[in-house]
């Protein structure tokens, strides 16, 4: 507010907090204007004294103070509590003769009369000056419990805790404690409520109010207690009766409750012969068969016993009974007189109590008990009250009283015929709610008797709607169902399975009717509005699902439970549940309540008329007699008299009067015993009366009553911003009425109609639920909103609170969405449609609607009555900008309270005209419907769909149209309709089509010579069509209208002026006939077809994922089709192109076959590999080869793992055919032909040991034809041969002895293998072609380079992106790898040397990475190699034939390379370091030498040029690449050919190994020149000696150089390691004889030979043999080449060495 202060320039704040005091309600009374130093925040009145807050936090006493010793006879002046200075107090209380403070820290002080403990303190009558007190609670960690109000009576104080807990202290049972001695000095906590949000607390004389939040869902989750705080006895019991659950939660603390003397006794209850609900409704009369009033003795009521405070519900829960029998009370030990016996209590004793009920439950059983009769919502049995009247002679009457509630359950329980709609009216606990005035006021009528249940049942249902005047039977049973209302005692806390039920329906339901008690009103939900509640945050807002509880004296019926019995706890008032009580007050003997709807209900004495009504008294909630229109908002109850603050016609508040007319001097409260009656008063109000000063008081803020004396604050309007506020407030409690109203009387009856859903149609019945339920909220937000603005009135009065500001879009929120359901509510007619219902319900000429419209023209049809009443939410958008704007123009426009209130006048000022805009779009669709020819309406009309344009005036025609045909386009918000007819027909419109909007595209189509004009060309994913508009004009018009409704559809905001992109993302069903019928895709869209990423749907479960490209699937993506035979999927994923599997790809097959290979127009072809069999890890048969349409055609690999069998060979139609090689798991290897899968014609067969057969096979493994088998031995037999090999084949021939005859030596060594295999340039052919074909090669080497080098870019790229977007993860080498393959080579010009390394690096990198093509061609031949040559196929005869393919693939992929670089030399070629001989030869005659010696030295360097030379060879280049892969299984082949060699060579060297190095050395004929005599040892300065017995440490650098030989792969690596060998040998000799030495081959072969023996090489010849196949031809005649030949040598020295 400091920037309104400095607006007003008023800076003393001398216009806020103005206090007026007076007292009565006559013409003659003219209010005092009480001055205080600062503004009044806040007044508490007792009978003669009062307290004042102030600004700043002091407190002002004023009046009769009899605790101040000083003044014990005057009245007193506001005097400052100087005590409490220091002390910011924020809240003030006064009871009749004491009072109370609360700090800012949460402090209590007390003072004044302490005669009944009131003021918590111990030992003292009188408490002078505010004394703190301390709420000490055990089961908190705080050691004070912080306070926020306190409430004050006669007797007892109330304190409210933060923690919105309840603690009292003084003395009397409205303290609501299990207390057995008073006064309680000491606060407690009231157990009761403990758990429960307590919202403010109330004290009269001798009674207390709580308001209470109802439990909401995250209440009832917390674990009630087990057993009670006081006794600590269980709280519920459970049992199993027969059928039926019984759940009893009877228990109660037995306190023994001492009373004054002059509360012995408690008055008889008047007895009114008639029963009112409200002041405007008819009396019901009461028939009674009772005694008359005169001879009804009183029954006095001990409040010393306990039981009378037992299962009170007999009243206010309103639960079903029937009369008990006579024959069931035992009268033999009571006088008729009703004396009380020998006892010392005229009751029974607790065992005679127990022994009663357990009488009385078990009569309930017998089947002579009499059966009762149930009409209308509610059976009624004699209440407590009316089995006093019968039998006031009865001692027992008043226990029945206390337990009627428990019995009449159990009776009725056995009644399971009565239906489930009556059974719920019995056990529900708020079924009270309906008729909660005629059946209390009966309970508490003495003269009510049995015929009184014809009348309420004649009338209950009209009566109950009256009762309930702020929400309809439906609203409340739906917050019966979703939400438990407060119970007493421990109802409420009830925590079983059966939780639901119990507290819901009642205590007692059997089993059946448990399982019909779930079905609940299908109309009852739309309406609830708990939970709806705008913020999520329940307490930015207040409350309204509140409850009222009351305890205490009810004498007067101030307790509101529709009797007169004393409460020892507190107890919730049902019937004022659902009425959104949002403030309670009390009286001396009076209560209050004020609704959210600014309705005040009134009960208790009203013998001063301070009730507002003519109920006298009145012991249930009924609501004040005000004039229609008045919105009361604060109240006040005095000692006989209620003050209340209303709305009126004008902006200020006025004030009403309702009680006693007090006169000065009447009554002297100083000499006036308390409780005395006497005439002080000249006469009361017979309603609230209107003082006629309050105008004068400016605008008042909040109301005070106490004692007789009455005070008002007011502020003054400084700069209008105080007028400002309350005109808001004031607007917002008017509309929130009219909006319940609206409610209550129209919404809710049409919802509670039976035939509604079938009226209206499921349509249209949705959006009326839908409507309503958002209409509800609206309701409940507006009504918070409301009670907030009161609240912010009566404290602050400051714009720094106001909900609106700080939290807009919540308000803008529920506007906005209760608009979109009121547009889609009209433009499916739903106005319309609702009028029947509507006219069914209020007749023909609905008074009521038009009252609540509040319109001045009387012609109005009942249509336009519901579009007003559902439309007069929205008009209140205005209102809050006018509202929010003139509150703005009471600051500085450059103040941030200006800013604030301008910011939100704006946004409800825009919200109001884009709903306007769009309430016109959904009036203009509509009158379209209305208007629309043909059955196309149904299906066409959708809530959401809003016209834009038409072209019924024939704007818009289709081209090439017939001559008859009718077309008619229509475009909506979401779709273009093109409906299509025929003129003569009948149905002008016989077919239409719906294009959605997401997928549209316009175009102008250009003015050529076509001859079209204003022509534009519309696209579809199905169609495309060219309309023609009737000029430029209207050509501009559909163009600009369908690319907006284009834009706005796909998200892109409205308004927009640029077009929609060609480029989309959408959704598209297809529906014509052809591949993609009825799928459905969703993905990027380009002009009309599916292209970029995508997902399409068919109906039969096949789903593909990835890209498209013009409307087909290419690119990468996966496919699912499911297989219905074995109810499994199949899958791929790959490359595809012109919608079919085209490129590589994997598929898996749901009969667990997987294939991986290349695909070409969605068959197999091109190199692939074929899973077969059910097993996963190891399939039974996997082919690796070339694919011609599907079927195995070319070369290829077969691994029969079942039958042990391994083909390589030719295929044709997945068939064997042409020449192959069969190895088998037995060690038979076969090489020839095959034809039609067999083996046909020649072939050579040889087995494990040896033996051959070459001859002619006519089927597997079958001899027939002329052959030779040659054993083992080298015998062999020549002939013809029939019959399988292994199954003793014939044989007619002749046997030959070859050892003697020494030409048949050389016959039998000709015969070699690999004649009759596929050649090496055969293999793999598709996997070479594949990669020429990534390369943009038709054919190997023919093809652009620059296209190579693209291609190879969009490869690296490509692939990348997709395994970026893959959930796999490159790691981080592999990403490196990748970035530095993104830079081209440098791929022409002249080849050096150092040009020659960049490009094997280059190499190295590429075949690192699958995603480049060289890397790929690698990995594919990596993958046929070892699937070629191991596991079956390690056989040593395949050795030969696994080199040369390994030399064929370094000879092809040098062709790739040499492609790729083309200025690289051929294989063999000579790279010839570029070197200028001039600039040497001037270097060296820089450097001044002589002639003879520059000559020297040129003649040096044009040698060196030969050296300088390279020679290529793709053994050098690409054997490091690929021999590093393919190694395991190629070695594998060495070790098995060179077995035999090396397990001799290898039993040789352990042999030799045996013998001590200088034994070996001598043995080896190494010379003693180069015995090493000591060795030198790592650690410095230590050599050891040589001795004879020495082993394993001469020459030990060399042996450990030379074992590295196995951990190396390629040729060159391996000599390498030798020619390092060499090396150390030559150190360690020249370290030895300290000279230079060059060797001889004498000299060191013994000790090479020494050093091989040493290093123990387990396959030596395997090793040995690998390098001579493999080594690079240019070495083999260099220092390299006879290293090599050395160890060679060596190898088979030791096979032959011989140990002498």
Not at 437 to 456: K, S, Y
Not at 1312 to 1324: D, I, M, N, P, Y
């Amino acid at each position: 507010m400091e920037s309104q202060r400095r607006g007003s320039g008023n800076d003393d704040g001398g216009g806020r907090g103005l206090l007026h005091i007076w007292k009565g309600y006559s013409y003659s009374v003219a209010p005092e204007k009480l001055l205080l130093p600062h503004s009044v925040l806040q007044v508490a009145l007792g009978r003669n004294h009062g307290a004042l807050l102030v600004e700043g936090g002091q407190v002002f006493t004023f009046g009769h103070c009899p605790w101040k010793q000083s003044q014990v006879a005057q009245f007193l002046a506001p005097t400052l509590e100087s005590a409490l200075s220091g002390q910011r107090v924020i809240a003030v209380a006064a009871g009749s003769f004491h009072s109370g403070a609360v700090t800012e820290d949460g402090g209590v002080h007390m003072w004044g009369d302490n005669t009944d403990g009131q003021c918590g303190l111990s030992g003292l009558s009188l408490v002078p000056n505010p004394t703190p007190i301390a709420l000490a609670d055990s089961d908190s960690s705080l050691s004070t419990v912080p306070v926020k109000e306190l409430a004050c009576g006669e007797q007892h104080t109330l304190a409210l805790s933060v923690q919105h807990e309840v603690w009292a202290w003084g003395s009397g049972c409205q303290l609501g404690l299990s207390a057995t001695v008073f006064p309680v000095s000491k606060p407690q906590k009231v157990e009761l409520l403990a758990g429960r949000c307590v919202l403010q607390v109330a004290c009269g004389a001798k009674h207390s109010l709580a308001l209470v939040r109802c439990l909401g869902p995250q209440d009832t989750q917390r674990p009630p207690a087990d057993k009670c705080g006081q006794c600590k006895q269980l709280l519920y019991t459970m049992m199993d009766k027969e059928d039926h659950v019984i759940i009893s939660d009877s228990h109660q603390c037995l306190p023994y409750l001492e009373q004054p003397e002059d509360d012995e006794k408690l008055k008889t209850p008047s007895t009114n012969s008639t029963l009112k609900l409200s002041p405007s409704e008819p009396a019901l009369s009461s028939k009674t068969s009772t005694p008359p009033p005169q001879s009804v003795s009183p029954v006095p009521v001990n409040n010393s016993d306990p039981t009378q405070f037992e299962n009170v519900e007999t009243q206010e829960s309103s639960l079903a009974a029937q009369e008990l029998p006579a024959s069931d009370f035992d009268l033999s030990d009571t006088k008729s007189s009703g004396a009380p016996s020998a006892k010392s209590s005229p009751y029974p004793d607790e065992q005679a109590v127990k022994e009663y009920l357990k009488k009385l439950s078990d009569s309930t059983q017998a089947e002579k008990t009499p059966k009762v009769t149930i009409g209308g919502l509610h059976t009624l049995l004699p209440s407590a009250a009316g089995l006093i009247s019968a039998s006031s002679n009865n001692p027992l009457n008043n226990l029945v009283a206390s337990c009627a509630s428990a019995v009449g359950e159990r009776v009725a329980s056995t009644y399971e015929a009565l239906s489930l709609k009556k059974m719920m009216n019995m056990y529900l606990p708020t079924g009270a709610l309906r008729s909660a005035g005629p059946v209390r006021q009966m309970a508490a009528d003495p003269r009510a008797g049995e015929n009184t249940t014809e009348p309420v049942r004649e009338e209950d249902s009209v009566q109950a709607k009256k009762s309930c005047s702020t929400g309809d039977i439906h609203e409340e049973e739906a917050e019966r169902l979703h939400r438990r209302l407060s119970l007493p005692g421990l109802l409420s806390q009830g925590r079983y399975a059966v939780h639901l039920l119990s507290s819901s329906y009642g205590l007692l339901l059997s089993p059946r009717l448990l399982r019909k008690g779930g079905r609940s009103k299908t109309d009852a939900a739309s309406f609830t509005s708990s939970g709806m509640a705008a913020p999520a945050d329940r307490e930015v807002l207040p409350c309204l699902q509140t409850e009222v509880w009351s305890w205490g004296h009810g004498e007067h019926g101030q307790l509101g439970h529709g009797d007169n019995l004393d409460r020892l706890q507190p107890l919730c008032i049902k019937s004022l549940n659902s009425k959104e009580v949002v403030r309670v007050g009390a009286g001396s003997h009076h209560s209050v309540a004020l609704t959210a709807q600014s309705q005040l209900f009134s009960w208790g004495s009203n013998s001063h008329g301070q009730l507002g009504h003519m109920e006298s008294p009145s012991t249930v909630p009924r609501l004040a007699k005000l004039s229609e229109g008045i919105r009361v908002w604060d109240v006040s109850a005095g000692e006989r008299h209620t003050l209340l603050l209303a709305d009126g016609d004008c902006i200020q508040p006025i004030i009403y009067y309702s009680g006693e007319q007090v006169k000065e001097g009447t009554r002297d409260h100083n000499k006036q015993e308390e409780g005395e009656e006497k005439d002080s008063f000249d006469g009361y109000t017979q309603q609230p009366v209107l003082l006629p000063f309050c105008m004068n008081l400016g605008f008042v803020s909040s109301v005070f009553a106490g004692g007789q004396q009455c005070m008002a604050l007011s502020d003054k309007n400084v700069m209008g911003f105080i007028a400002s506020l309350h005109e808001l407030a004031s607007a917002e409690r008017k509309f929130y009425s009219k909006l319940c109203s609206i409610k209550t009387h129209v919404i809710s009856p049409l919802l509670g109609l039976d035939s509604l859903s079938t009226t209206l149609g499921p349509v249209i019945f949705r959006l009326t639920r839908t409507l309503a339920s958002q209409f509800g909220h609206l309701c409940h937000l507006t009504g918070q909103h409301a009670v907030s603005l009161t609240v912010n009135l009566r404290r602050s009065r400051s714009i720094k609170s106001l909900f609106i500001l700080d939290h807009t879009e919540i308000f803008l929120d529920s506007y906005n969405e209760y608009s979109s359901t009121l547009d889609e509510f009209h433009v499916m007619g739903g106005y319309l449609t609702l009028t029947k219902p509507t006219l069914d319900l209020f007749g023909k000429s609905p008074e009521l609607l038009q009252k609540l419209t509040e319109c001045s023209e009387g012609n109005l049809s009942t249509t336009d009555l519901l579009v007003v009443l559902f439309c007069l939410p929205m008009l209140h958008l205005q209102e809050y900008g006018r509202l929010l704007l003139k509150l703005a123009t009471c600051f500085e426009v450059c103040s941030n309270d200006y800013q604030r209130l301008q910011d939100s006048c704006s946004k409800f000022e825009a919200l109001d005209l884009v709903l306007k805009k769009k309430r016109k779009e959904a009036e203009y669709t509509f009158l379209f419907w209305k208007g629309f020819p043909g059955k196309m309406t149904d299906s066409l009309r959708k809530a959401h769909r809003r016209l834009i344009c038409e072209s019924s005036n024939k704007a818009l025609t289709l081209q090439n149209a017939g001559r008859f045909s009718v077309n008619w386009f229509i475009l909506f918000n979401d779709a273009l309709v093109h409906a299509q007819g025929m003129a003569p027909c009948k149905n002008l419109f016989s077919t239409h089509h719906v294009f959605p909007l997401a997928t549209l595209w316009v175009e102008p189509v250009p003015e050529d010579n076509t001859g079209l004009s204003y022509g534009l060309k519309l696209i579809t994913p199905e169609e495309m069509f060219t309309l023609l508009a009737s000029s430029a004009l209207e050509k501009a018009k559909w163009i600009r209208c369908i690319n907006q409704a284009v834009a706005q559809a796909l998200g892109l905001g409205e308004g927009q002026k640029f077009e929609p992109p060609i480029c989309r993302s959408s959704t598209y069903t297809f529906y014509k006939d052809g591949r993609l019928k009825e799928a459905t895709y969703e993905g990027r869209w380009l002009a009309g077809k599916p292209h970029g990423r995508g997902m399409i749907k068919w109906p039969d479960g096949r789903i593909y994922t990835g890209s498209f490209k013009n409307g087909q699937e290419d690119g990468f993506g996966e496919f699912v089709a499911p297989n219905k035979t074995l109810n499994k999927n199949d899958h791929y994923q790959g490359h595809w192109k012109d919608g079919k599997m085209h490129g590589v790809g994997t598929y898996r097959y749901a009969n667990t076959e997987v294939y991986e290979g290349s695909y070409q127009d969605g068959l197999r072809h091109g190199h692939g590999m074929l899973r077969s069999g059910k097993l996963n890890t190891s399939s039974p048969s996997v082919f690796i080869g070339q694919w011609v349409h599907d079927k195995k055609t070319g070369y290829g690999v077969f691994d029969d793992i079942t039958k042990g069998e391994k083909y390589i060979g030719m295929w044709q139609d997945n068939m064997r055919q042409g020449t192959g090689v069969v190895v088998t798991q037995f060690g038979l290897y076969y090489e020839g032909s095959f034809k039609d899968n067999k083996m046909m014609g020649n072939g050579i067969l040889l087995s494990e040991d040896d033996t051959t057969y070459e001859g002619e096979f006519s089927d597997d493994w079958t001899l027939n034809g002329k052959g030779v088998l040659t054993m083992a031995n080298g015998d062999y037999l020549e002939g013809s041969f029939s019959g399988e090999w292994g199954a003793g084949p014939k044989v007619t021939g002749s046997y030959f002895k070859p050892h003697l005859f020494e030409t048949d030596k050389d016959k039998i060594q000709s015969v070699k293998l690999g004649r009759l295999c596929v050649s090496a340039e055969e293999k793999w052919q598709a996997v070479f072609d594949e990669c020429w074909c990534q390369l943009g090669c038709e054919s190997p080497g023919q093809g652009d380079i620059r296209k190579a080098w693209d291609n190879i870019a969009v490869a690296l790229t490509t692939n990348r992106r997709h395994i970026l977007d893959s959930p796999e993860r490159l790691s981080r080498s592999h990403s490196r790898t990748l970035e530095s393959l993104e830079v081209i080579p440098q791929h022409v010009g002249l080849i050096t040397m150092e040009r020659y390394h960049t490009i094997h690096r280059y190499l190295m990198k590429a075949c690192d990475t699958p995603l480049h093509p060289l890397g790929r061609l690698v990995e594919a031949l990596v993958a046929v190699y070892r699937m070629t040559y191991v596991g079956v196929g390690a056989n040593r005869r395949l050795l030969p034939q696994a080199v040369i393919e390994l030399k064929s693939y370094l000879n092809r992929i040098f062709q790739v390379v040499r492609f790729l670089f083309p200025d690289l030399p051929e294989d063999g070629g000579i790279i010839r370091e570029p070197v200028d001989l001039q600039e040497k030869e001037s270097d060296v005659k820089g450097e001044r030498l002589s002639e003879q010696e520059a000559s020297k030295q040129n003649q040096t360097l044009k040698m060196e040029w030969s050296y300088r030379s390279h020679m290529v060879s793709s053994l050098a280049l690409l054997l490091p690449v690929l021999l590093p892969r393919l190694y395991p299984p190629l070695f594998t082949l060495y070790a098995l050919d060179k077995e035999r060699e090396d397990d001799v060579y290898w039993e040789c060297v352990l042999r030799l190994n045996k013998q001590p190095d200088l034994a070996l050395l001598a043995f080896l004929g190494v010379q003693q020149k180069f015995w090493p005599l000591s060795v030198s040892m790592p650690a410095p300065a230590e050599h050891l000696q040589v001795l004879s017995t020495t082993k394993d440490i001469c020459f030990a650098s060399a042996v450990e150089t030379l074992q590295q030989i196995s951990t190396t792969f390629t040729p060159s690596d391996k000599l390498h390691v030798i020619q390092l060998t060499f090396e150390e040998i030559t150190k360690e000799v020249q370290s030895l004889l300290k000279q230079d030495f060059l060797w001889s081959m004498d000299d060191l072969f013994p000790v090479f030979l020494y050093v091989v023996l040493r290093a123990r090489i387990r396959n030596l010849g395997s090793e040995v043999n690998l390098i001579e196949d493999l080594m690079d031809p240019c070495i083999q005649h260099g220092e390299h080449g006879i290293m090599f030949t050395t160890l060679k040598a060596c190898y088979y020295q030791i096979q032959h060495e011989r140990i002498t």
